[in-house]
Structure formats: C-alpha cells, structure tokens
C-alpha cells in the first residue's frame, strides 16, 4: 500500500467518524424536540405556564449556543479538534442524561445549560473536516457534513416521538446512549487532525457573537436582502419552537403524532432541497423563486393558523413545497454580491442570524401560545403565533420586491 493510498484511507476514515459524530448529535437534538415541551408540562401547573417556561428553555439554549459555538470553534483552531469534539460530545451525554432524570424544573434548565455550551458538533467538524480534505475535495466534504446535519434531524424527531410514545424520559436515555457510543469511538480510534505546527492563539476579537452580526448590517449594499433574510429566518424560528406546544394544546397530538409530522417536514425540505432546488432554479431563476417560496410560505403559515383539524397541517405541509426553496435562492442572491474571499465571513454571518432568532423567537412564540392556550380548537384565535409567522413573511415579500425593483432584478 503506498503512503497517498493509506493517507486517503485514513481521511475516509476520520471524516467517517465526523459524519457519524453530526448526524449522532443532531439525531439526539432532534430525538428531544417532540417530547422535551411535553416533560416540562409535568414540572408546571398550566398551558401558560408551561409555554412560558419551554419558551423560556429554548432561549437558554440558544443563547449558550450563540456565545460558545465561535468560542469553541476559536479554540479548536489552539489545542485541536479532537479535544473540544470530545468535550462536545461529552456535554451532550451529560445533557441528555440530566434531563431525563430530572426531578424538578431547575434541574432541566441546567441540561439545556450543558446542552448550548456543548453543542459546538457542527462547526468543529467542519473544521475537521477542512483539515483532513483536499482543496479539491473540500467543498464535497463540506456538503456530507450538510447532509448529515440534515438526516440527523429528519429522522430524529420521528424516532423520539415513537420512543416518547412509550415513555417521556426514553428519548433522552437513547440519545444518551448514542453519545456516549460516539465519545468511545472517537476517544479510541480517531487522530487528531490538526497538527500543532499549524495550531494558532485564540483571537478574542473574532469570537465575539455580535461581531459577525455588526459587520452584516454594515453592507449597505444587500441591506434589504438581510432584512428579508432574517425575517424569513425569524419566521421559521418562531414555527419550530412553538410546533409542539400548539399541536398539542389545540388538536391533541402526543409526540408520535408531532414526530411523524416533523418527519414530513424534513422530508420535504430534503426533496426540494436536495433534488428539486436545481430544477425550480432553472426553471424560475433566483428572483423569482424566491419570491414564489416567500408567498407559499406567507399563505401556509396563515393557514397552520386557521385549521381546526390536525390532519389538515399534513395538507398544508405537502402544499407548502416552494417555501424550502427560498431560504437557498435568497443565500445565492446574497452570496453573488460579495467577493469569494469574503464568501466564509458571510455565510458565517448569516448563520448567527439564525443563531440570534434562537434566542428571540422562543419566548415571542411560547408567549403567544400561552395567552391563547384557554382558547378552545375551533377558535382562529388559537393560530395567533403562525398569523405573526405570515406577517413577517408578507413584511419579507415587501422589503424583497423594494429591493429587487432598485437593484433592476425581475421577480
């Protein structure tokens, strides 16, 4: 066997453990998500109080995970990879276990604690995986790891929501398990991929959070397209975070019922963005698709509003196809008005974006669900947080069309 042949090797190998090591922890987070609302309802006397404290839960971890994901990432690039992936990976069983033996509300909040600061999976592994490919095989690995965050999150919230229809704590104790199973692997049979020769000191001023975020709303230039962005993202935040609280307030739903619908959503995102996204962009060109996901999406979310009947949301989801196009048309809009050298800084900035309606978007959404949750099912009163989603998303269509109109580009 000659020395490249065996380096390749070795690289397939590590890469394989990273691809493993993402789709394990986003396969744990999703597993929570159908049942973690449901548990915090034991701890609490009512629906209000119950979205509240969720709300609440999902902010703490949001906001962890805002502060120490580039602290994490900015260490890694000091003492390697593989500790912080360890220490990664290590949080996320504590977390996980924490939760589900949680005798009482504090001791949930400190797994979400340990769950953010932890939840460093995604942009280390990138990292890794940069280490350990290529110049011409960079991008492919970058787009395994993609997939892989992906699959972990389709098939994660169906699994909890089948194991959480057995018992609330079970999703927890597998997801546990699972990271527990990919620390072993990882300390025993995984290098380091960084070697010190090329380890740099921790720059504490690229790590601030907000940093990324000022030099976004600098570019005057695409200002209406990061408002249209982040409106868009805002939206999304705000139906991830209260899905389960309103299903299981106005229909009834348990987590197999809100695992299976999350298991639809995240089939059609991945058909649309994984086979049909290149096909609707020939077909319509970025403008225009983006303004046709931005519509369909305004119009599902008024109509996840109105709905009396739970089966109903399955018909809204399967018509609601275009919406998964326009985040990707809006990121290849923004991303042809900047330099390639600039293209990490970004995407980088984009993504903190979504990192920062983590934080917000949990506490206006659980909010809202409480104070209709007394509401009975047939009342359009109870759809109140998706009407907010539908104004976001129609305030995204105008700022979008403004934009669009100035900068001469036909939607």
């Known amino acids: 066997m000659t020395t490249t042949t065996a380096t390749q090797q ?19 987070i999703g597993l929570i998500v159908p049942v973690l609302p449901i548990l915090v309802g034991q701890f609490v006397s009512g629906r209000e109080e119950q979205a509240l404290w969720y709300g609440v839960m999902a902010m703490v971890f949001g906001l962890m995970q805002f502060i120490f994901m580039p602290m994490l990432g900015a260490v890694s690039d000091r003492i390697g990879r593989r500790p912080v992936l360890m220490y990664s990976m290590t949080g996320m069983c504590i977390n996980f276990l924490a939760t589900a033996w949680a005798p009482n509300l504090a001791c949930l909040f400190i797994g979400r604690v340990i769950g953010g600061m932890s939840s460093a999976s995604m942009s280390v592994a990138s990292a890794y995986a940069s280490d350990i490919s290529g110049p011409e095989n960079r991008a492919k690995s970058f787009g395994k790891v993609g997939a892989a965050f992906g699959l972990g999150f389709l098939f994660g919230p169906m699994l909890g929501g089948l194991l959480g229809n057995v018992s609330l704590h079970l999703p927890f104790y ?19 991929s960084l070697p010190p020769g090329q380890r740099s000191p921790v720059d504490f001023s690229r790590i601030n959070p907000l940093g990324s975020l000022a030099r976004l709303a600098a570019r005057r230039d695409i200002r209406g397209l990061v408002v249209v962005y982040t409106l868009v993202t805002f939206a999304g935040v705000m139906l991830q975070s209260t899905w389960v609280l309103y299903t299981t307030f106005r229909f009834g739903w348990g987590p197999r019922d809100n695992g299976i619908a999350m298991f639809c959503v995240g089939l059609a995102a991945v058909v649309v963005q994984a086979g049909l ?95 209709v949750s007394h509401l009975p099912p047939h009342d359009w009163r109870a759809g109140a947080s998706f009407y907010l989603c539908a104004g976001m998303q129609v305030l995204a269509i105008l700022v979008a069309r403004r934009y669009f109109a100035g900068h001469h580009q036909s939607a």
Do not use: H
């Open 10 to 28: 070795a690289s397939r190998g590590n890469l394989n453990f990273v691809l493993v090591s993402v789709f394990i922890d986003m396969l744990g």
């Open 277 to 371: 996204l290149s096909v609707l962009m020939r077909r319509f060109g970025e403008v225009r698709l983006s303004m046709l996901g931005l519509g369909s999406g305004a119009i599902a979310y008024l109509l996840y509003g109105l709905v009396t009947q739970g089966w109903l949301m399955y018909v809204v989801i399967l018509c609601n196809l275009l919406a998964f196009a326009a985040g990707p048309a809006l990121q290849a809009i923004v991303s042809k008005t900047t330099a390639s050298n600039q293209q990490g800084e970004l995407m980088g900035s984009l993504q903190s974006v979504g990192s920062l309606g983590v934080i917000i978007m949990p506490l206006v959404g659980t909010a809202i669900i409480g104070a």
């Open 174 to 192: 597998f997801a546990a398990a699972l990271s527990a199973a990919n620390l072993v692997y990882g300390y025993f049979m995984v290098p380091e």
